[in-house]
């Protein structure tokens, strides 16, 4: 998930308090400041981050930080709950007969996210179907239909009515004895007078047991505005985020949110029917912050070694995240990584590597690929170094680059790619100021 460089910039103002054992006010205002700057980047509304500043300075400054735990550690806990407590918890559903209204913009996602609900809903175990609306955006109907076929699910629709009011009654009618029934709307460019009317009348038509606002991510400051009005139309109960594949900013969803005193449905991951998560606040936030999704990652690495024959033994989930890694290591990764998937992808969980660009671009371009035939490279590699050079692989140099190529048969190139994923990826956990840092604090927050 990417959301701007807001990880990465709370990141480096949280870098300023490092170190310290104590916290001063200089220091509060210095991270508030870069704080909020990173905040409005990813454009999250400016009322919004002067109340967030103010929650974060006077916590920072008047809590104590529980024994143990550093200044960065105290100050990063506070940003990730106070950022929690915005998103708030995720919009209850119950398992239930209900109907569901998806009002948003046109191209917000609405008529992907209503297949995807509906899909979501029939896997739970209910049976639901789709009222398809929209009389104003040619195609729609067609869409509709074919994204309700691939998730399986019964839709009605009328391609040459022009009564979208009509549509949703006959809908309802049609699907009186479904139990769930997501009625999907019209948008337009703009909210336009005429948009609002008649998402009103369908309302009242359909008399919906929750209403929800499609909002793409990469919506900006206008997501504020759009959200009041629909809110005022419809009511808001709850904000479907789309589009959080891609690279949007993230923060309109987040003023979104705030101000329709909402919370968050579901996140759209992808063109799919099946790329549909239920929002879960902690999750999110800690992929936000840059500081990955710990208990993901866990459990992919544990699933991964269930899978391979990696010996639980010799690979500690917990090793994986922290800083202290040997080569020996290193490789140890790779093989229960290759079971995983795609490296990139596994990457995108670890903390603070969410946002790290440079880390992938720095690797070759088939390198997220951990194939068979490059660990037996490695493997060789590895089999020529001295145990010193294992432990140490920074210190190799050129010249012993050379002799381990020639010793293992393989060539300095494969030496060389072994040893810079060895020492970017030391790199990086150390400018994190240490994997097992963060991963410390991780499993503290998820007490
Ligand atoms: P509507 O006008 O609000 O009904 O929007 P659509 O459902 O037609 O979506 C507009 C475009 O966004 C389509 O091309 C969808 O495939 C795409 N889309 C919707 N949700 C997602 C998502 O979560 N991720 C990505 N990558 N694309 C999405």
Avoid: C
């Amino acid at each position: 998930m990417v959301l701007g460089d807001l990880g990465s910039s709370l990141q480096d103002a949280l870098e300023k308090v490092a170190g310290r054992s104590r916290i001063d006010e200089e220091a509060v205002e210095e991270v508030v400041r870069d704080i909020q700057r990173a905040l409005l980047q990813a454009d999250v509304d400016v009322s919004l981050v002067n109340d967030l500043s103010d929650s974060i300075r006077e916590r920072a400054l008047n809590e104590e930080p529980p024994a143990g735990t550093s200044a960065r550690e105290h100050v990063l806990r506070i940003v990730y709950e106070e950022m929690v407590a915005v998103v708030g918890d995720a919009t209850e559903f119950e398992l239930e007969e209900q109907t569901i209204l998806l009002a948003g913009l046109q191209g917000s996602g609405k008529t992907t996210t209503s297949a995807k609900m509906a899909r979501w809903f029939s896997r739970k175990g209910l049976r639901p179907a789709i009222v398809q609306t929209d009389t104003f955006r040619p195609g729609a109907y067609e869409q509709s239909k074919e994204m309700a076929d691939r998730a399986e699910v019964p839709f009605y629709g009328d391609p040459d009515s022009e009564d979208p009011v009509g549509i949703a009654r006959e809908g309802m009618a049609e699907f009186e004895d479904r139990d769930v029934v997501i009625v999907d709307t019209a948008g337009r460019h703009a909210l336009e007078d005429e948009l609002v009317a008649e998402i009103e009348d369908i309302e009242s038509v359909v008399d919906p047991d929750m209403s929800l606002l499609v909002l793409d991510a990469s919506i900006g400051q206008s997501a504020g505005e759009q959200a009041d009005a629909f809110d005022e139309a419809v009511g808001v109960d709850g904000v479907v985020i789309t589009k959080l594949d891609g690279t949007a900013k993230g923060g309109g969803a987040l003023t979104a949110v705030d101000q329709t005193d909402s919370s968050i449905a579901f996140i759209g991951t992808g063109e799919e029917v099946s790329d549909v998560e239920r929002f879960d606040p902690d999750g999110f936030i800690s992929r936000l912050l840059g500081m990955g999704d710990i208990r993901a990652l866990v459990d992919r690495v544990e699933e991964a070694m269930e899978e391979s024959d990696v010996d639980e033994e010799e690979l500690d989930p917990e090793k994986l995240l922290s800083g202290d890694f040997t080569l020996r290591d290193v490789y140890k990764q790779m093989e229960a990584m290759g079971s995983m998937g795609r490296l990139d992808q596994v990457m995108d969980m670890i903390p603070g590597m969410g946002g790290m660009g440079d880390l992938k671009d720095e690797m070759p371009d088939d390198f997220a690929e951990v194939t068979e035939q490059r660990l037996d490279t490695y493997r060789a590699v590895m089999d020529s170094m001295t145990d010193e050079e294992l432990d140490n692989p920074s210190r190799v140099g050129a010249s012993e680059v050379r002799r381990v190529a020639r010793g293992s048969g393989t060539s300095e190139e494969d030496v060389r790619e072994l040893l810079e994923y060895y020492n970017t990826m030391e790199r990086t956990m150390s400018q994190l100021g240490g994997g097992r840092d963060m991963e410390r604090m991780m499993k503290k927050m998820s007490e």
